[in-house]
């Protein structure tokens, strides 16, 4: 047996995120928010989650919300809006988290994946024209980590072919780009509230945000069983309501986002002037347009397996999102795409780590990080 290599002393163990910092913070809030809805025992489509609505709609800077019971709910819900049908298809990143693509399969239609940039991550907007087909009936654009991808061609290219857009910006609530916050670039966007999100419910939770009066009413038919009055259905919905505990939780962390967010940039910049002494990785990119609200701080490195390991017996935390690219996810295996086929996703899935990264973390535990890394790297 090898001799185990000789360690720093691990200052305290750094995890990749901590909700129970957060709790801390905002318990007593949260409790009182929570007896609130217990008082008025109105648990379903109630004060709580229209308020909800509204709040999240002027955040996002359009007219409507509509609260659903998840994003991959969120997702299905817009899909069908925009009018996607079985066999249709449907042009999306292949570097996402499964549920932008399974959203798609759930209604029958055809995901059609579209490789990356590079240096952001997000759809290549140059890759639209290359995989449209006559079928092609919407875009979802996913603005991965907290960034927005480059809208302007995106929807320029829609625009022309009077193709819908929808947003995944399930990780990117309060991100801007050309000074317009995400959410408000489609005709519609989906947002998660899954506990670990920027804006997290303790459960499952989500949302549809649009402009379009249309979009937005029937949302809120097909999330309530396809009624448009009081047991008269005039098609097949499910049940996606959120429930009032839920809203009145987000509520109340609504009211910290900003300085939650800002917390985040603040570590952000730490984490990324350290890393400037560090040859050999690559910071997450902003460009000038934007604002990312880093969801995720994720770096890329062509040592990334060893490097995770390394962080792993300093206790330290880290996270691929995605270790597989959708084309070539088993799901997909009967889509027929072979290895290759979108080389900056696979790159990207080969490269990433995502870095201890929440509001409270403390620059002194970003030092540590970035020491460890740097100790990898032999820096
Ligand atoms: C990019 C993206 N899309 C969709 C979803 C699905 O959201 P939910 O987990 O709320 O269903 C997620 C959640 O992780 C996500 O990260």
């Not at 509230?193 to 303790?202: D, E, M, Q, S, V």
């Not at 009624?227 to 609504?254: H, M």
């Not at 397996?305 to 959708?326: C, E, F, N, W």
Request: contains cysteine.
């Amino acid at each position: 047996m090898s001799t185990p290599p000789q360690l720093n002393p691990v200052p305290e163990p750094v995890p990749q995120f901590d909700l129970t910092a957060q709790y801390a913070a905002i318990g007593a809030e949260i409790r009182t928010a929570i007896d609130r809805v217990l008082s008025s025992q109105q648990f379903v489509l109630g004060r709580e989650g229209a308020a909800l609505e509204r709040e999240i709609a002027t955040l996002c800077g359009v007219a409507h919300g509509v609260a659903v019971a998840s994003g991959t709910d969120a997702l299905m819900l817009a899909l069908r809006a925009c009018g996607v049908h079985a066999g249709d298809e449907v042009l999306l990143p292949t570097f996402t988290f499964v549920a932008t693509g399974s959203a798609v399969s759930a209604l029958g239609a055809r995901p059609v994946f579209a490789d990356i940039r590079p240096e952001t991550y997000n759809l290549d907007p140059a890759e639209l024209e290359r995989r449209m087909t006559p079928r092609t009936r919407a875009i979802i654009v996913v603005h991965l980590y907290g960034l927005a991808a480059d809208m302007d061609p995106i929807l320029a290219f829609a625009k022309a072919r009077q193709l819908p857009v929808i947003e995944d910006g399930a990780q990117t609530i309060g991100a801007s780009y050309k000074g317009r916050r995400t959410g408000s670039f489609g005709d519609v966007a989906c947002l998660s509230f899954y506990p670990t999100k920027n804006l997290g419910a303790y459960g499952d939770a989500g949302m549809v945000v649009s402009n379009s009066t249309e979009i937005a009413a029937r949302i809120r038919t097909l999330r309530d069983h396809g009624q448009t009055e009081k047991y008269l259905s005039s098609e097949p919905g499910w049940n996606s309501r959120l429930d009032e505990i839920q809203a009145a939780i987000l509520r109340v962390k609504l009211r910290h986002l900003s300085e939650w967010q800002h917390a985040r940039r603040s570590n952000a910049a730490t984490y990324s002037r350290l890393l400037q002494q560090i040859p050999g990785v690559m910071p997450p990119l902003e460009p000038e347009c934007c604002e990312h609200v880093y969801h995720q701080y994720t770096i890329r490195t062509e040592q990334r397996d060893a490097l995770q390991q390394h962080l792993a017996v300093r206790k330290i935390g880290s996270t691929v999102y995605y270790p597989h690219p959708l084309h070539l996810q088993p799901l997909y295996a009967s889509l027929g795409h072979k290895r290759a086929d979108f080389p900056h996703a696979e790159r990207a899935a080969q490269e990433v780590l995502s870095l201890p990264m929440y509001p409270e973390l403390r620059k002194d535990q970003i030092a540590w990080v970035v020491e460890a890394i740097g100790e990898f790297l032999k820096c």
